[in-house]
């Protein structure tokens, strides 16, 4: 029995007949589905299938493949690498890495919390660099950054949603530096010098 047929049915034993035809007439506009149901029915649609995101700036993840990810022109010299993560409707996860204006991740993070009001705050490891996590805001914001070499790295998603944090995480925990790969591969690719042939000058004598 479907939903519509047991809210008639429950009506006809309550009202008039008068009263069910305008009901019949004026239906129920439908409620709005709780957040559990949209979160599920989000993962269905997104689908648990990942794809890998190979950057021209040295570094890759996964991320899940219904999402579009678009990156961002910035006129800023100072910025490798600006992208948005994008879902079905129009949330997304911000990833950003550029030269810091910070000496280090003290400072930001003296200066962040001045001009927010943050909740939790964290260690973590972004790779092999250490990191902080934090939620801050209202609506809550996921927040994590890292500072390494005068680099500054930013991840920043919702974190009302449980299907943003995890795929807010597994972008970090996926997270690698392919340019550092690829010169180790150049290397491993290089012959040894037990493996490269002696080269030997044969003089001429010229009588």
């Known amino acids: 029995m479907s939903k519509k047929f047991k809210v008639a049915f429950?009506?006809?034993?309550?009202?008039?007949?008068?009263?069910?035809?305008?009901?019949?007439?004026?239906?129920?506009?439908?409620?709005?589905?709780?957040?559990?149901?949209?979160?599920?029915?989000?993962?269905?649609?997104?689908?648990?299938?990942?794809?890998?995101?190979e950057d021209w700036a040295g570094f890759s993840f996964e991320y899940p493949e219904g999402l579009k990810i678009q990156e961002i022109e910035l006129n800023d010299d100072l910025v490798y690498s600006s992208l948005e993560i994008i879902g079905p409707e129009n949330q997304k996860i911000i990833l950003r890495i550029a030269d810091s204006q910070y000496q280090n991740l003290e400072v930001w993070q003296e200066e962040f919390e001045e001009n927010n009001l943050v909740s939790s705050i964290k260690e973590i490891y972004?790779?092999?660099?250490?990191?902080?996590?934090?939620?801050?805001?209202?609506?809550?914001?996921?927040l994590t950054v890292a500072y390494n070499d005068n680099v500054f790295y930013l991840l920043e998603s919702s974190a009302d949603d449980d299907f943003w944090e995890k795929t807010h995480n597994n972008i970090l925990n996926s997270f690698q530096f392919t340019l550092f790969e690829e010169i180790l591969d150049e290397v491993s690719a290089s012959p040894s010098p037990e493996a490269t042939p002696d080269i030997v000058l044969i003089e001429e004598e010229v009588l």
């Open 126 to 142: 972004w790779a092999d660099i250490v990191g902080l996590q934090l939620l801050y805001g209202a609506p809550k914001k996921l």
């Open 10 to 53: 429950a009506f006809i034993s309550t009202f008039l007949i008068s009263s069910i035809a305008f009901i019949i007439l004026n239906p129920k506009k439908p409620s709005s589905q709780p957040e559990s149901e949209v979160t599920i029915q989000q993962n269905a649609v997104l689908g648990s299938n990942t794809a890998v995101h």
